[in-house]
Every structure is written in structure tokens, then in C-alpha cells.
């Protein structure tokens, strides 16, 4: 069917090559960053990216297209993807196999002009498979060059197999000599050949900022606050993997420490004048007064309330932006991990799991973030001496959706180390159901620190 329709009309064609998005299983070079289900977040959003523009290139053009994937079935990758897709695995063999595959079916498809793109450059649109296509009009072979030495889109116009077949073999797939061996070889195959724009993958953490810069040609600033008292032993690594992120300002409120965790803001304050601004207030102590402070300070479109001993993943102002851009979405927290390898605590960490997905009901720990102005017109922070972030996952809950980050946030495991998993959860169970109840949060808070000594 498909080849009688596009047969006789010097049709063209694109296909995608991607993998299914199972944890573990893809974009492992970003699971130090995002861990496995991050990656497999990310993998996700950037296929649905790269197919959503071919579905466009496709509509003007009246092209052929193709989904071509690792992993999963052809059931499982046009529900995900959508029914209107021909899907085929790529099969067996390394990338070169796969493609001179890829390439030879597509002939045989009728295809006369055919461009094959992965899904690592969002910065790829339809104008640059309609570039790449036309390209194919007066050149055998088409690359698009990826600024790590691969290439992000190839193309080839419907020659002799035995004239394409060495541009797949024996390249040293996955190094940053793609390029330059494909080109070596199209030289000497007498290939004529047409390169496109330079475009920026995202492979490493170090590139994810390139996701978010080029899907939404902005990044808003986010403000990240973080209430300390006596956090000398956490605060550096907390402020550490903050100064990953990008276009972030850092408002760290210290309510009275005595121990050395002015000093230590204070020299990443002097630091930030040139990159990330980390700027040190004070307040009387009270983490919703703290948090309060900072919110008045903050500029940021956006803000992320953080814990003094919690450190976020690489590539959490990403996830933030992109998980707040979603209409239906009011506020967002990311999942826990503890650190500690004591095996209770992965119970805990499953605990907060379920709580988080099912319930919709994070807590402070996870790292909330929302709208600065949505914050301001709820009040700010409630002011209560405890259960402040359960009071505002409350009240955001009647605004909407609140989304659960694909990634997690590691936190200090020393209130578990110092009083053990059953009694910690046993009294926060307790704290909560006596809020429930009605009790006096100051109550609470009085009952609480006698009981944590």
C-alpha cells in the first residue's frame, strides 16, 4: 500500500531513529545526572520533539515517514508515539548496519531522496529536513554535522547499494571521528556531498542546557531559596550541585547559625559575582520565616524551595522549566532518595514514592517548586513554627495539578541515623494526623523537638 502510493511521484523520505524509553536502557551517559528514570524522561521528551516536526515536515511535503526504534514493540511505540506512524525496528548490528538497513528499505520503498535523523539535536525542524532533502537534488550525500563530531541527520539520494554501503562500515560509531571518517570515505567513493548547520546535541550533563535553550529559546530565572541553621556540614555540597543549573539566582536565609555556615555562603556569595548570584540574608529562625524572607528578595519567575542538607540532580532547572510550562500543572517536587546505603531507607524512599504519585502530596524535602507569583498570591509561605510545606501542598493542591519530577533530589540521612527509620516515620505519622486533628502547630512543633531531643 504504502509503496503504490509514493511510487512514480519522486517522493521523499525521512526516517527517526530512536529507542524506547526504558530506564536503564537509554541516554545512560545521563544517568549519573537524571538516574535511569530521568534519562528515560528525557529520551522521551526529546523523541516526541524531533517526531512532532518531522509530523509537521510530513504535512507540507506529503513525504514518507518512518519510526525506526530499539526496545519495545511496534504496539508499545505507537501508543506512545502515535497510530498515525509506520514503525519497524531497526534490527540487529551496529549503527552502521542499522542504517544501510534503514536506507535499503526505504528504497525499496520508492523512496528517491531520503534523510535519516536521530533525536539528540532539539534544535532539528522541519526547514532542516526540507534542507536536507533538497540538498539531495544536486548531491549524492547530505550530513548534518553535530557539534561532538557525529552527524544528526545523513541522507542519501537513491544510488547503487554498492555505492553507499562503505559509508556504514568500520566507522568508529559513538567517538567524535564519525564525521570526519563518513566524509574520508564519501571522498573516495566519489560521492558528492553537502553539509548543513553545525547543531548541538544532548549526550552529557554538560549539554543539557542545549534541551532547554533550544526547545523554548528562553530559560526563565529561577530563584532557588534555602533556610539554614547550623548547616556547615551539608550546605557546600547543597550549593554545589545548585551552581549546575542555569540563569538561577541563590538566596540563602541564615537564621542564626554558630557554627561556620555563614562563612561558607559567604565565600560562594564572593565567587558568584561573576557567575550564578548567591546572596546571604538573615532572619530570626523559623523555616516559613526564612523561607518568607527569601521569597521577598526573590526575582526569579520561578522558585525552588530547597532544604539546606538536600542536593538537587544536574539538570534540575530543566526539569523545573519544562515540567512548569505544562498548563495543567500548579506546582512540582521531585522524587527522594536518602544517603545512606542502609536498606530501611529504600523502604522510606518507596514510601515517599507512593505518597508523592499517588496522593499528589510531596513535602518540603523534595524540593517544591512553583510560580514566585503564584507563591505570593497564596500568601507566601504559611507562617506556622511547623508542617509549613504540608499547609501549602495543601492549599496549591485546589489550583491544580502538582507534578512529580522523574528525577530525585538526595537528602541528609541524619534525622534517620540519629533516631532510626521506625521512630522517625512513626512520629511524623503522628505530627501529621495531629494536624489532621486540629492541634495547634506550635503544639506540634513543642512535642516534636522534645521528642527528637
Request: charged content about 25%; hydrophobic content about 40%; some cysteine.
Amino acid at each position: 500500500m504504502i509503496h503504490s502510493q509514493i511510487r512514480g511521484q519522486a517522493p521523499v523520505g525521512a526516517i527517526v531513529f530512536t529507542r524506547y524509553p526504558e530506564p536503564g536502557k537509554t541516554k545512560t551517559r545521563l544517568i549519573p545526572a537524571l538516574g535511569a528514570r530521568g534519562a528515560a524522561w528525557l529520551q522521551e521528551k526529546m523523541t516526541r520533539h524531533t517526531v512532532d516536526q518531522l509530523r509537521a515536515w510530513r504535512e507540507k511535503s506529503g513525504g514518507w515517514l518512518q519510526i525506526r526504534y530499539v526496545g519495545g514493540s511496534a504496539r508499545r511505540v505507537r501508543t506512545w508515539l502515535g497510530e498515525d506512524l509506520l514503525v519497524r525496528e531497526q534490527g540487529p548490528g551496529d549503527l552502521g548496519d542499522r542504517l544501510l538497513r534503514a536506507f535499503q528499505e526505504g528504497f525499496a520503498q520508492g523512496v528517491d531522496r531520503l534523510v535519516v535523523v536521530g533525536i539528540d539535536c532539539p534544535e532539528i525542524d522541519e526547514a532542516t529536513i526540507a534542507q536536507g532533502l533538497q540538498s539531495l537534488e544536486e548531491a549524492d550525500l547530505v550530513l548534518g554535522p553535530a557539534t561532538d563530531g557525529g552527524y544528526y541527520l545523513i541522507g542519501l539520494r537513491a544510488v547503487p547499494v554498492e555505492r553507499f554501503e562503505p559509508l556504514c562500515k568500520g566507522i568508529d560509531w559513538g567517538s567524535d571521528r564519525v564525521l570526519g571518517q563518513t566524509l574520508a570515505r564519501s571522498q573516495g567513493l566519489g560521492l558528492t556531498v553537502r553539509q548543513l548547520s553545525p547543531l548541538s546535541d544532548v549526550d552529557i550533563p554538560e549539554e543539557l542546557g542545549v534541551w532547554d535553550r533550544a526547545r523554548y529559546q528562553s530559560q526563565p530565572l529561577i530563584s532557588v531559596i534555602i533556610p539554614v541553621l547550623n548547616e556547615a556540614a551539608e550546605i557546600a555540597q547543597t550549593l554545589e550541585r545548585v551552581l549546575t543549573g542555569q540563569n538561577l539566582e541563590v538566596i540563602v536565609v541564615d537564621g542564626g547559625s554558630q557554627d561556620k555556615t555563614v562563612e561558607i555562603v559567604q565565600g560562594y556569595a564572593r565567587q558568584g559575582e561573576s557567575s550564578t548570584p548567591v546572596r546571604l540574608l538573615s532572619s530570626p529562625p523559623g523555616r516559613a520565616l526564612q523561607f518568607n524572607v527569601g521569597l521577598q528578595a526573590a526575582q526569579g519567575e520561578s522558585v525552588l524551595l530547597l532544604h539546606g542538607d538536600t542536593r538537587v540532580p544536574r539538570g534540575f532547572d530543566l526539569v523545573i522549566r519544562d515540567l512548569l510550562r505544562d498548563e495543567g500543572v500548579v506546582a512540582g517536587a521531585f522524587e527522594l532518595a536518602v544517603a545512606s546505603r542502609a536498606w530501611p531507607l529504600r523502604w522510606v524512599e518507596w514510601g515517599v514514592r507512593w505518597r508523592s504519585r499517588l496522593l499528589g502530596f510531596p513535602y518540603g524535602d523534595q524540593g517544591l517548586f512553583l510560580s514566585r507569583q503564584r507563591l505570593l498570591q497564596l500568601g507566601g509561605i504559611p507562617d506556622l513554627p511547623l508542617m509549613e510545606d504540608f499547609e501549602l501542598v495543601r492549599r496549591l493542591q485546589h489550583y491544580g495539578k502538582i507534578a512529580i519530577a522523574p528525577v530525585a533530589v538526595v537528602t541528609s540521612a541524619r534525622r534517620w541515623d540519629g533516631l532510626g527509620v521506625l521512630r522517625v516515620t512513626l512520629l511524623n505519622q503522628l505530627i501529621v494526623l495531629g494536624y489532621l486533628l486540629g492541634i495547634s502547630p506550635k503544639r506540634l512543633a513543642q512535642w516534636y523537638r522534645r521528642r527528637r531531643g
